[in-house]
């Protein structure tokens, strides 16, 4: 285990007021149709951002710019409010989240995407295990790889469960068609696309299980990003060739990442 600590204070306090809920997704973007001019609608939070999604009857998610953001000093502080189902795109400084957070779910935090059929042959890379990682609008988490860049999703257009590199496109290589609130509840057959015979094809050993018994978190731990976002941070950890960084404030603080149970467990804090 590796751990790391610098002392930022004066960073800390403007970055405090970004750290609101455990729904919202750091130094990410979502791009989506805007139903408003982010420009004239200038706020000092995040929370204040989700508050003005509630109050539009048009917003399902939102993206608030942060002043850790530097590609253009003039889009700090300003709040976007989007209408449709989001692409998510890496972006340092920006905040966004879900019109509502969902935090009564009981769907499982943690589910184990595996198999003992030919879909570990066609599409490996998107198996293993996923957390939540934003509540939407229909009410269903996306999911995110533990380790990896893949996400499980619900299509609402479709009406399947699909498992991509992009929330929200109907472009992943494993789904379901059924239409469960949580994943591990799904009954219908996953299926996987077989790239030999360009087609869809059940796959019946494959399944979406509940893990529990997760390890416990230091106190006051938050959450980590990792990949290619981490790389302009002063703080990170590299494991198994992917590096790790916390989620907001990466320049500052604590990152502890190791193995547990075959899975790679990351924390920080500040």
Known sequence: MFKVWI??????????????????????DFASSNVNDGLSTMVNSAGECQSLCQSSSACNYWSWVGPEYTVN?????????????????PSKGVVSGPKICDS???????????TSGMGDFYQGQRLGYYKKYLDTASGRF?????????????LESQGIWMVGETVGQDLGGILNRGDSQCPEDLTPEWEYWSTGFEEWDNDWGMAATCQNGGPTQPPN??????GTICESCAITHE????????????????????????NVVCSCGH
Request: charged residues 15%; contains cysteine; aromatic residues 16%.
């Open 73 to 89: 000093y003039n889009y700090v502080r300003s709040c976007w409010l989007k209408s449709d189902a989001p692409e998510l795109v």
């Open 104 to 114: 009564a779910s009981e769907c499982c935090e943690e589910i184990l995407l595996d």
């Open 221 to 226: 731990a938050e959450s980590c990003s990792y």
């Open 7 to 28: 002392q930022l204070s004066s960073i800390f306090v403007v970055l405090a007021t970004v750290r609101c809920d455990s729904c919202f997704v750091f130094d990410t």
């Open 142 to 154: 996306v999911y995110q790889q533990v380790g990896g860049d893949q996400f499980m999703y619900y």
């Open 239 to 262: 494991q198994d060739g992917i590096l790790y960084c916390c989620s907001v404030g990466c320049d500052y603080g604590w990152i502890d990442v190791g193995m547990q149970n075959g």
